[in-house]
């Protein structure tokens, strides 16, 4: 019988499909993300065949050797910087990830920050909470009007494509993006304005944001001096990875007002915060969970298990990210 291990509990569905192929799945008793040490220790117990990973499991040589009879490391996340893939590569380990998890909602929710920082809604919640609305003051919490301003997108995946085209098509903005290469389909669809770097689109938007992957050209792609060339009145979104923003300089540039604004899914030192974010009324911060709804949690436990049920039935993967 085929062993499988799961590193944290997964939504049902998933877990389900893997025992329906009568492998013996072993589930992470731990709600939290494991340790390295721990992960490690779980990996002896059994000679497993596959692991369903998140995004918070660093599977590298070290826990490659932990389990040398594993085929498969199947990432519950649309990431995969948590993989060692030249590593898998030189051992013929398959590592796949969950491409299309939450795609949609991951749009909406930078959507959501946007807004919340445009129209002031956390400020004015607390202010409501906290019985200091003193009643209707046209001086009162001005926000930013969105139509004829300039979005810049860096990335222009499914994510930032969707980004882009809510934008344009929602809110009558200015489109402007970087990415690696151009995308024809969206300067056709949405007129939108190509720069073949990123510091422009920094330059000219009001808003501006980040669908990148993280690797190494992409960490820090957002530093001190990128910062410096946006405009005063200029709003960042990241939902892509932490990393990818310098969390410090952030926190620097949003006290010193080199921007106005900033709003955050995902955090450089997750799940803590560079030093002096928190206090900030000028940045809207969620806990990682752009992708997450009910749906889209059901459909990433399945593509991440599909992907084991496939290589462990001697076919290739679903979704390989080698």
Request: hydrophobic share 40%; proline share 5%.
């Amino acid at each position: 019988m085929k062993k499988i291990f799961i590193t944290r509990k997964i939504p049902e569905v998933g877990i389900q499909a893997l025992r329906d192929q009568k492998f013996e799945v072993d589930v992470s008793p731990k709600d939290r993300p494991l340790l390295k040490k721990e992960l490690i220790k779980f990996l002896k117990k059994k000679p497993y065949d596959a692991v369903l990973t998140l995004l918070t499991d660093q599977i590298d040589a070290e826990v490659m050797n932990a389990c040398p009879t594993v085929k498969i490391f199947a990432n519950f996340a649309i990431g995969f910087n948590n993989f060692d893939i030249g590593e898998a590569k030189k051992r013929g380990i398959f590592m796949t990830n969950t491409p299309g998890g939450g795609a949609w909602r991951v749009s909406e929710h930078t959507w959501a920050l946007i807004l919340a920082l445009t129209c002031r809604v956390v400020e004015g919640d607390e202010l409501m909470r906290s019985g200091k609305y003193k009643g209707w003051d046209p001086n009162l919490l001005p926000g930013t009007e969105l139509v004829g301003k300039t979005l810049g997108i860096i990335g222009t995946g499914k994510i930032g494509a969707d980004v882009a085209r809510k934008g344009k098509k929602g809110f009558g903005m200015n489109i402007v993006y970087y990415d690696i290469v151009k995308n024809t389909p969206l300067e056709e669809e949405l007129g939108a304005v190509y720069y073949s770097n990123a510091d422009e689109v920094l330059k000219v938007s009001d808003i501006v944001s980040l669908h990148v992957p993280l690797n190494e050209k992409t960490r820090h792609l957002i530093n001190k001096e990128k910062m410096a060339l946006m405009k005063k009145t200029a709003y960042l979104v990241n939902t892509s990875r932490g990393p990818v923003v310098d969390e410090t300089a952030l926190a620097d540039a949003l006290r010193n007002g080199t921007i106005k604004g900033a709003g955050l899914d995902v955090f450089e030192f997750e799940p803590k915060l560079a030093k002096g974010l928190a206090g900030l009324s000028n940045v809207v911060m969620t806990p990682h969970i752009a992708s997450a709804t009910e749906k889209s949690r059901r459909e990433m436990a399945e593509t991440a298990s599909n992907n084991i049920i496939e290589v462990l039935n001697g076919n290739p993967p679903i979704n390989p990210v080698q």
